[in-house]
């Protein structure tokens, strides 16, 4: 049938050339060129192997730093790196640990590519000679295998690369994890398939302390692999705390060895939806070695539900008239034996979590059960309260002095102060509701240390460059002195799990997240969203070309090396 097409056509081509003019005839041509190139596959198509094609240049923003550091200048000379010979070496003898060894074998595929077939140009480029070699690393306070970071840690680093020497210098451990990332970044890729790196002076360090990301685990099970991959992406983007919202209503997946019945019962499957202790115990461990602390949050009096069924008699009986109706509340604060569950509870949760801080919640407490409840009506006349806010303090306050009682600190979420009560001094504050400017205010007038997080809830999704209202958001946009602003520890970006599994949770965080690290860790003067639009971009291919599934930031564009290239 084909061979009958063409040789009609080619009939009428024939019948119709001395009517027509030469532009028609190549238009009959081209047809049939075109139906033989659509019945026999390849037959007309280039051959790339004869043919020049024209490699994308490298762009204006490759070995761009994100976030920004503090001080940063760079010039066009630029000097070859050798990835055959390239090595970290320690300038102070016996600084080393296994934090910094692990960090250097992590950093070297980081820099030169995770397998040789996934860079762009595969040439059989050869260093020079006079290539640059090594990173040379100053670790001025020698550090520990066991070190854990802490909310004062020191993440300073200077780094300097002048032709084929570069030095990398920190007073803390924490400081040459950030600065591995930083060279790891301005390493790149030219044209030639060489890695070079251009002549560049940093002078780093975080504008804020605090630095993190929740994740909900509760409503959509998250499994440990996905958990220390995002624990990568945190690192890469100079986060540094990992808000571990374990349990909540759904599900309580913590695999606790004092009271296992609460996975048992609480868990949406006992067997595979659970942290075991050793599961939490190798997360600990993953995020502490990238400098990233993790901080639990197991949120009381509210969002209790999946408690209540490995632990009876812990939440608050619901009554419709003088009998219970069959549903519970927030967890009762009545009677003795709850403090005595919170004790044993959070002195196992306090001794498997090395971290300072736990996060305790108090968000969204209902009332409507308490009041119902007559245990609660005859404490509350007993103990002469008025308002059911005087119970949440009640509780919440003998929750910090057993909390406190084991040497920790901790957050708690707005609603404890807005409902009135008053709690400890050294208590954290997190703000997360609408109107933020006015309760950080409020909160740091009243004199709490404080985290900001309503900016920056990344489980709210729209079409478009979403980003860029995140970058906006300014912590210190607040009327308040000096001294309140002092207390602004950080923030926090949040994924609450309605909608995210391990299925979409990475590509939903990244790179939408790193806009909220760049916020805070850069300079306040860094808040130019047009500005940092392309060095968004380069980093958001960088962390493809790194093995993350991060989602297109702009319109139509392209990475030079695409996910799941080969």
Not at 321 to 350: A, C, D, H, M, R
Request: with cysteine; glycine share 8%.
């Amino acid at each position: 049938m084909f061979k009958t097409i063409v040789h009609d056509l080619s009939r009428e081509l024939v019948n119709r050339s001395h009517r027509r003019k030469r532009k028609t005839t190549m238009s009959f041509v081209g047809l049939i060129l075109l139906l033989i190139a659509v019945e026999i596959p390849g037959s007309f198509q280039h051959d790339r192997s004869h043919t020049k094609f024209r490699r994308p240049e490298v762009s204006q923003t490759a070995g761009n730093p994100w976030p920004m550091p503090l001080s940063y200048h760079t010039q066009g000379t630029f000097s070859y790196v050798d990835d055959a010979e390239f090595k970290f070496r320690n300038v102070n003898e016996g600084s080393s640990c296994s934090i910094l060894q692990e960090a250097y074998n992590r950093y070297f595929p980081l820099i030169f590519g995770r397998r040789p077939e996934t860079l762009f140009f595969k040439s059989s480029f050869k260093a020079p000679t006079d290539a640059m070699a090594e990173l040379m690393v100053k670790l001025e306070k020698p550090c520990m295998d066991n070190d854990y970071p802490m909310l004062e840690s020191d993440e300073s680093y200077t780094l300097n690369v002048n032709g084929n020497q570069a030095m990398l210098s920190a007073s803390e451990i924490w400081g040459v994890l950030r600065g591995l990332e930083t060279f790891s970044q301005i390493v790149y890729q030219s044209n030639d398939g060489g890695f070079v790196v251009n002549n560049t002076q940093i002078v780093d360090k975080p504008r804020f302390n605090h630095r993190g990301m929740l994740l909900d685990t509760s409503r959509h099970f998250i499994s440990v692999p996905i958990l220390m991959t995002n624990l990568d992406a945190l690192a890469q983007n100079k986060f540094n705390v990992f808000h571990w919202h374990i349990v909540d209503d759904p599900s309580f997946p913590f695999e606790s060895s004092t009271f296992p019945d609460l996975s048992q019962q609480g868990a949406y499957d006992p067997e595979t939806h659970v942290y075991t202790q050793t599961d939490i115990k190798n997360i600990i461990e993953y995020a502490r070695m990238r400098g990233i602390r993790v901080v639990p949050e197991f949120d009381s009096p509210g969002h209790t539900s999946s408690w209540g069924y490995g632990q009876p008699d812990l939440l608050t009986k619901c009554y419709t008239g003088s009998k219970p109706n069959g549903q519970f509340g927030p967890v009762n604060p009545v009677p003795n034996s709850t403090y005595v569950f919170l004790k044993s509870f959070f002195t196992e949760i306090g001794q498997l979590f090395p971290d300072h801080y736990m996060h305790l919640g108090g968000d969204e407490v209902s009332f409507a059960c308490w009041q119902t409840n007559p245990e609660i009506t005859s404490f509350m006349k007993k103990m002469g309260y008025t308002s059911y806010s005087q119970v949440e303090e009640y509780y919440m306050q003998n929750l910090l002095d057993i909390v406190g009682g084991l040497g920790k600190g901790y957050q708690i979420w707005q609603e404890v102060i807005d409902n009135g009560a008053k709690v400890r001094a050294d208590t954290v504050i997190e703000v997360w509701k609408a109107g933020w400017q006015a309760e950080m205010e409020k909160v740091t007038k009243l004199g709490y240390k404080t985290l900001l997080s309503t900016c920056w809830y990344l489980s709210r999704i729209s079409y478009g460059s979403d980003w860029m209202a995140y970058y906006a958001c300014e912590p210190f946009n607040f009327n308040g002195t000096d001294a309140q602003k002092e207390l602004i520890q950080g923030g926090e970006t949040c994924m609450w799990g309605e909608y995210v599994d391990g299925t979409n949770v990475i590509s939903r965080l990244w790179p939408r997240a790193s806009a909220v690290g760049e916020r805070l860790w850069s300079a306040k003067e860094i808040n130019s969203g047009a500005l940092a639009q392309p060095r968004l971009a380069e980093h958001r291919c960088r962390m493809v070309r790194r093995g993350f599934q991060a989602e297109p930031i702009t319109g139509p564009g392209f990475c030079r090396e695409e996910f799941g290239d080969v």
